[in-house]
């Protein structure tokens, strides 16, 4: 499995537009093969600093996403709310620990 981590700052007047975009997306990355789940972060500190964690089967299935004209819409409707440049990561899991 491919998590794929992005921080994203906006503008702090483009919050609720994000949210919204965000809120109006979400379904249709699930609905994309391959992706498990998609979560959405707001930091404590800067209320401005989003990052959306998705979890995908194989790096393939989430370029197939980002390749996709749906991601491209998406994109060019976030991008345009930024007050910095967005940072990305994919990762893999090395550990998980529970409390027993």
Known sequence: MLIRIVKLTFKPENIASFERIFE???????AFEGCNMVELYQDITNSNIFFTYSFWDTES??????????FKGVW???????????EAWSVHKIQSTNPS
Do not use: C, Q, V
């Open 61 to 70: 299935h989430l370029n197939n996403y980002r390749n996709s004209d749906f």
């Open 24 to 30: 109006e997306s979400k379904n249709g990355i699930l």
């Open 76 to 86: 060019g409707n976030t991008k345009k709310l930024f007050a910095d440049k967005p």
